[in-house]
């Protein structure tokens, strides 16, 4: 939340019932986003995959949901979000389903020989075993080379997806706030860095969250080879789980490309309450022809989009 803050002047609020001076029994994280170009509301939390709501039953959820639709009604939001994990939310009626996504996250429990065993043999194995055939080299931390490397190759892996990267103070501020629970995943060929991947940890789950790569050297397995780094890592930590992060509903590819590593696949849906009629998507004739301009601006000015765009999304 503090990198939300510093990166795009996000106001962090927590929500709780529990009285002052007394243990934290239970509560809902949000940040208040105020822009000229999509205006205010209250989101749970924005660039987040998911933030369950931290209640013990429904009369809880009931009265921290009540203030907060009061709150943001005084405070002139367009909607309150909330993104729970797959699992039942009960916000009541005021509540409605808003974006839905796919979900994969991998059980880390069976040993590393039957986790290995269950991965799909031609897209993930072979690949693996290419990796460490083309003796690539695996390095991770926190340091400012390996920020630049992973960068690097995020821009050029958004420029084909014709999107712009998430901006670089991003990245620095998770750095710096999270210390050891954030990982910058590098693989290297000949010293030339090819693929990169950052990845979260909490608790007994590590999340891959970002990745890029060098589409000349995509059949060298980079990819796949930081996955099982990082599931190997894992292992060795006692981790339970591989959280592999939401996938658009149209995105088959991504979809299939996670589901390969043997993950559980389900539902991720995202409710809002509405305080004014919903406002429409931009059309997809407009978004295809920035698509097709971000394709192909200068690495500036596409670094640039992002510094100035990803503050209004959230």
């Not at 990198?3 to 934290?24: D, F, I």
């Not at 990169?196 to 999340?207: Q, Y």
């Not at 780094?229 to 959280?243: C, R, V």
Request: one cysteine or more.
């Amino acid at each position: 939340m503090e990198a939300l803050r510093k990166t795009y002047g996000y106001q962090p609020v927590a929500y709780t019932t529990s009285p002052p001076q007394q243990e934290l029994r239970n509560g809902i994280a949000f940040c208040r986003i105020d822009t000229w170009l999509t205006g205010k509301r209250l989101v749970s939390l924005p660039f987040s995959d998911h933030c369950t709501p931290l209640v013990e039953n429904a009369a809880e959820m009931d009265d921290l949901l009540a203030t907060v639709r009061r709150d943001s009604q005084k405070e002139g939001c367009r909607y309150v979000e909330i993104r729970p994990e797959p699992t039942d939310f009960h916000g009541g009626s005021e509540f409605r389903e808003a974006q839905s996504f796919e979900f994969h996250i991998l059980d880390l429990r069976p040993s590393a020989e039957e986790l290995f065993a269950s991965f799909h043999k031609t897209c993930v194995q072979r690949k693996i075993r290419r990796a460490e055939r083309e003796g690539l080299v695996y390095k991770d931390g926190t340091s400012d080379a390996l920020l630049k490397s992973f960068y690097d190759l995020l821009l050029q892996t958004r420029r084909r997806q014709g999107l712009p990267p998430q901006p670089l103070s991003w990245f620095r501020n998770l750095l710096s706030g999270l210390g050891d629970k954030v990982r910058v995943r590098v693989a290297y060929k000949g010293g030339l860095a090819i693929s990169a991947i950052l990845t979260l940890l909490h608790g007994k789950t590590v999340s891959y969250k970002y990745g890029g790569s060098a589409k000349a050297f995509q059949n060298l397995g980079g990819n796949q080879f930081l996955l099982w780094k990082t599931i190997q890592e894992a292992k060795n930590k006692h981790l339970l789980l591989f959280d592999l992060g939401r996938s658009d509903d149209n995105d088959s590819g991504l979809i299939q490309f996670k589901s390969r590593w043997g993950a559980s696949q389900s539902s991720l849906v995202y409710f809002r309450y509405f305080l004014g009629q919903p406002t429409k998507a931009t059309s997809l004739q407009r978004w295809n022809i920035a698509k097709h301009l971000f394709c192909h601006i200068p690495n500036p000015c596409l670094a640039a989009a992002g510094r100035l765009l990803y503050r209004h999304i959230g």
